[in-house]
């Protein structure tokens, strides 16, 4: 699986002093109407990450999968004590 080697080779850059643990859930509730349309909670994103940390997110795919991290952190399912990384594909043109 792709996502299970590029983590893999993250997490061996990075050599965190931490257990990490390779499950991952694929959750497609956050893709919207498709492929380069925003969604509302992609756009309160971009806003908020703007705002706050002066991070820019293309509409397309990293605002989404940020509003379903944020999405995550307010249900409780990723903690406030837990690390996490966020894995995005970027392109430069």
Same mark, same amino acid.
């Given at each position: 699986?792709?996502?299970?080697?590029?983590?893999?080779?993250?997490?061996?850059?990075?050599?965190?002093?931490?257990? *990490? /643990? /390779?499950?991952?859930?694929?959750?497609?509730? &956050?893709?919207?109407?498709?492929?380069? *349309?925003?969604?509302?909670?992609?756009?309160?994103?971009?806003?908020?990450?703007?705002?706050?940390?002066?991070? &820019?997110?293309?509409?397309?795919?990293?605002?989404?999968?940020?509003?379903?991290?944020?999405?995550?952190?307010?249900?409780?399912?990723?903690?406030?004590?837990?690390?996490?990384?966020?894995?995005?594909?970027?392109?430069?043109?």
């Amino acid at each position: 699986m792709l996502l299970a080697k590029l983590t893999n080779e993250i997490i061996e850059n990075l050599k965190p002093k931490f257990d *990490i /643990t /390779t499950n991952f859930e694929l959750n497609i509730k &956050f893709v919207g109407e498709g492929y380069g *349309i925003p969604t509302e909670n992609g756009i309160k994103a971009i806003n908020l990450l703007a705002k706050l940390e002066g991070l &820019f997110l293309c509409p397309v795919y990293t605002s989404k999968a940020t509003a379903g991290l944020i999405e995550y952190i307010k249900d409780n399912k990723i903690k406030k004590d837990e690390t996490i990384v966020l894995s995005i594909q970027v392109e430069c043109l």
